[in-house]
């Protein structure tokens, strides 16, 4: 079960980090901005970056806490249904016989109209 739960790890890890590259992208075109911005307002533009960049250091730390936040709490949440179907495999079972017979009527009910 250890191998498993190592190669599910993996795979939430590798696909948080497309995730990972578009916020970097992001970010730094945030900062690209903030420069951009600075240089407007003329003389006081390093005050203004730095305020800036601060700021952007700050909205990076609570996205990145945010982000890990979320995949504990997926993690923590398929761990707890995982312990359920080994539990009780019978009614889980039960339960995707009776999703799939109510979806598969639900389909051939709409395709009639």
């Known amino acids: 079960m250890s191998a498993k739960n190592d190669r ?31 240089a407007v307002l003329g003389a006081d ?20 806490g945010l982000t890990d936040d979320a995949r504990d709490l997926g993690r923590a949440g398929l761990d707890e249904i995982s312990e359920s179907v080994r539990r009780n495999p019978l009614a889980w079972l039960a339960a995707a016989v009776g999703l799939g017979l109510v979806i598969g009527l639900w389909r051939n009910r709409g395709s009639r109209s």
């Open 8 to 38: 599910e790890s993996e795979t939430v890890e590798n696909d948080a980090q497309p995730a990972d590259s578009s916020i970097t992208q992001a970010l730094a075109a945030v900062q690209k901005a903030m420069e951009e911005l600075a």
């Open 45 to 64: 533009s390093t005050a203004t970056i730095s305020a800036l960049k601060q700021a952007g250091q700050a909205a990076s730390e609570n996205l990145a």
